[in-house]
């Protein structure tokens, strides 16, 4: 069965970074798009950031681009949201997603298999 596991969550003050790793179980999941979604208290989840299967091409929600840095290792089957500049609002939960189909996964539609998430808490 397919995992995705997020680590890095944590609590962080305004203006500081956190750096976000997803592990994938199977190795197949290198050749796909890789993305982060979050979910807000009371919010709808929403797309963050993707890759695609190589990590040459990105795409970021604008309210993170310049701030957030989505990357890709296929040898170690991970993927690394690098968040700095954060904000109280950037505070979620985060979860990893896999795109389905070959798809860019920057809507849940798109999105095959989910990780289970980790918290970011930014405060003053």
């Not at 680590?7 to 203006?15: D, M, P, R, T």
């Given at each position: 069965?397919?995992?995705?596991v997020?680590?890095?969550?944590?609590?962080?003050?305004?203006?500081g970074?956190?750096?976000?790793?997803?592990?994938?179980?199977e190795?197949?999941?290198?050749?796909?798009?890789?993305?982060?979604?979050?979910?807000?208290?009371?919010?709808?989840?929403?797309?963050v950031?993707?890759?695609?299967?190589?990590?040459?091409?990105?795409?970021?929600?604008?309210?993170?681009?310049?701030?957030?840095?989505?990357?890709?290792?296929?040898?170690?089957?991970?993927?690394?949201?690098?968040m700095?500049?954060?904000?109280?609002?950037?505070?979620?939960?985060?979860?990893?997603?896999?795109?389905?189909?070959?798809?860019?996964?920057?809507?849940?539609?798109?999105?095959?298999?989910?990780g289970?998430?980790?918290?970011?808490?930014v405060?003053?």
């Open positions: 069965q397919v995992q995705l997020e680590s890095g969550g944590g609590l962080v003050q305004v203006g970074s956190l750096r976000l790793s997803c592990a994938a179980s190795r197949t999941l290198s050749t796909y798009a890789m993305g982060w979604f979050r979910q807000a208290p009371g919010q709808e989840r929403e797309f950031a993707a890759t695609d299967w190589s990590g040459g091409s990105t795409y970021y929600a604008r309210s993170v681009k310049g701030r957030f840095t989505i990357s890709r290792d296929n040898a170690k089957i991970t993927v690394t949201l690098q700095n500049s954060l904000k109280f609002e950037d505070t979620a939960v985060y979860y990893c997603a896999a795109g389905k189909y070959g798809l860019v996964p920057s809507l849940d539609t798109r999105v095959e298999y989910w289970k998430g980790t918290l970011v808490t405060s003053s």
